[in-house]
């Protein structure tokens, strides 16, 4: 699963992926995109924090409707799409 946006100040351009395996070999891939025609996929930016010049945290939510694609999310059939919604937290640490 993967879950990516540019948050500058508002959350914007965010994607949600979700890969299916079966025996090491991906059998389906689950997009949502911004777009309400690609899963109107939205992302609220709750907090953050930043601790010298070494952590930052990013915490929030999303919610959209994921549905299947082949073109890696530049085509989302929504016919028999599955509602999502989740929390995230993210910590980034400098590395030394």
Same mark, same amino acid.
């Given at each position: 699963?993967? /879950? =990516?946006?540019?948050?500058?100040?508002?959350?914007?351009?965010?994607?949600?992926? &979700? #890969?299916?395996?079966?025996?090491? @070999?991906?059998?389906?891939?689950?997009?949502?995109?911004?777009?309400?025609?690609?899963?109107? /996929? =939205?992302?609220?930016?709750?907090?953050?924090?930043?601790?010298?010049?070494?952590? &930052? #945290?990013?915490?929030?939510?999303? @919610?959209?409707?994921?549905?299947?694609?082949?073109?890696?999310?530049?085509?989302i059939d929504l016919?028999?799409?599955?509602?999502?919604?989740?929390?995230?937290?993210?910590?980034?640490?400098?590395?030394?």
């Open positions: 699963m993967s /879950l =990516s946006f540019e948050a500058p100040r508002e959350p914007g351009m965010p994607h949600l992926d &979700l #890969s299916q395996y079966e025996n090491r @070999k991906r059998v389906a891939l689950l997009s949502d995109r911004e777009h309400q025609n690609r899963g109107g /996929l =939205s992302v609220t930016h709750d907090s953050h924090a930043v601790e010298g010049t070494r952590r &930052l #945290s990013v915490g929030g939510s999303f @919610k959209g409707t994921l549905g299947p694609s082949e073109t890696y999310g530049r085509d016919s028999n799409a599955v509602p999502v919604s989740g929390n995230f937290t993210v910590t980034l640490e400098a590395l030394d």
